[in-house]
């Protein structure tokens, strides 16, 4: 059974930066993506950011610019690294890790708090 596990998140100042870090466990199919979903308060979940196993990245038009996702295969890990920080990045973001086939398998972390606020 697969396991996300997360960390990185914590308080930061508009402008700030913060990397956050999904580690997953148990057996990786390919193809697959790795991502960041989040959810602020009062609000619905949304697409942060996602990446392959082969490389190939999308972004939410409201972090384009200012977020980076990358991964490393290897160590099934996927980073989001977030520079110039704003308010209303404050969400609790969700690693995700979907593995394609005939049905789709997707998995979640349990979440990792980010607040920006000065």
């Known amino acids: 059974q697969e396991q996300l596990v997360e960390s990185g998140g914590g308080l930061v100042q508009p402008g700030g930066s913060l990397r956050l870090s999904c580690a997953a466990s148990?057996?990786?199919?390919?193809?697959?993506?790795m991502g960041w979903y989040r959810r602020a308060p009062g609000k619905q979940r949304e697409l942060v950011a996602t990446i392959t196993n082969g490389g190939g990245a999308s972004y939410a038009d409201s972090v384009k610019g200012r977020f980076t996702i990358s991964r490393d295969n290897a160590k099934n890990t996927v980073y989001l690294q977030m520079n110039s920080l704003k308010p209303e990045d404050t969400a609790v973001y969700y690693c995700?890790?979907?593995?394609?086939?005939?049905?789709?398998?997707?998995?979640w972390g349990q979440g990792t708090q980010v607040t920006v606020s000065s």
């Open positions: 148990g057996i990786i199919f390919s193809p697959n993506a």
């Open positions: 995700n890790l979907v593995i394609f086939g005939r049905s789709n398998r997707n998995y």
